[in-house]
């Protein structure tokens, strides 16, 4: 069931205390790279950037999980999955509405205070306002729309490949990030 219908399947150790594993493992051994590196360790240590609050973070502010993917570019993962939280505690807020209709010159600004939210700076502002305004517009500024609705896994990826920034290969991440965060299950 997917966070829509009131389930949340997280099972990192901030949530284990809280209930049992609900999640089943599925198979990601095509992947490579550093989301791979993120799913062993949730396999082996519960949590997949190595921080508990990072991860609940991530479980319960689904423009950090996507924007963490838009990030997952050139940098180490647990990098990118934590630039939404940095970027946060600088806006106040990861609003998609409010950050799509900020002026470039300011939201670059507060992007590129140390430490940084990307190392791209420059590119990576510009696609995170660009994917904000595409949300807004789109999905009423709200990123869980891009999957909360019943769409096919397929669907999905198709719509996330619209987004600016994206391409195959983060679209197809996408079904283990929402599936380990607990937001909707493709399996």
């Given at each position: 069931?997917?966070?829509?219908?009131?389930?949340?399947?997280?099972?990192?150790?901030?949530?284990?205390?809280?209930?049992?594993?609900?999640?089943?493992?599925?198979?990601?051994?095509?992947?490579?790279?550093?989301?791979?590196?993120?799913?062993?360790?949730?396999?082996?240590?519960?949590?997949?950037?190595?921080?508990?609050?990072?991860?609940?973070?991530?479980?319960?502010?689904?423009?950090?999980?996507?924007?963490?993917?838009?990030?997952?570019?050139?940098?180490?993962?647990?990098?990118?999955?934590?630039?939404?939280?940095?970027?946060?505690?600088?806006?106040?807020?990861l609003d998609l509405k409010k950050i799509a209709r900020m002026r470039p010159?300011?939201?670059?600004?507060?992007?590129?205070?140390?430490?940084?939210?990307?190392?791209?700076?420059?590119?990576?502002?510009?696609?995170?306002?660009?994917?904000?305004?595409?949300?807004?517009?789109?999905?009423?500024?709200?990123?869980?729309?891009?999957?909360?609705?019943?769409?096919?896994?397929?669907?999905?990826?198709?719509?996330?490949?619209?987004?600016?920034?994206?391409?195959?290969?983060?679209?197809?991440?996408?079904?283990?990030?929402?599936?380990?965060?607990?937001?909707?299950?493709?399996?």
């Amino acid at each position: 069931m997917d966070r829509a219908g009131g389930a949340n399947l997280l099972t990192n150790n901030a949530v284990m205390a809280k209930a049992p594993t609900r999640i089943k493992q599925i198979d990601y051994t095509s992947m490579e790279g550093g989301l791979r590196r993120m799913l062993d360790r949730f396999t082996e240590e519960g949590t997949l950037t190595g921080d508990e609050d990072e991860d609940a973070f991530l479980a319960r502010e689904p423009a950090a999980v996507l924007l963490g993917l838009l990030y997952d570019q050139r940098v180490r993962a647990e990098y990118a999955f934590t630039g939404p939280r940095r970027l946060k505690e600088r806006l106040g807020h990861l609003d998609l509405k409010k950050i799509a209709r900020m002026r470039p010159e300011k939201f670059q600004e507060q992007f590129a205070e140390s430490p940084a939210v990307h190392r791209f700076t420059n590119k990576m502002a510009e696609y995170t306002q660009a994917v904000a305004r595409d949300i807004a517009s789109d999905y009423d500024g709200l990123a869980e729309n891009l999957w909360n609705d019943g769409a096919t896994f397929e669907e999905v990826q198709r719509r996330v490949i619209a987004l600016p920034g994206f391409g195959k290969g983060k679209a197809a991440k996408l079904q283990f990030v929402l599936h380990y965060l607990g937001y909707r299950d493709f399996s």
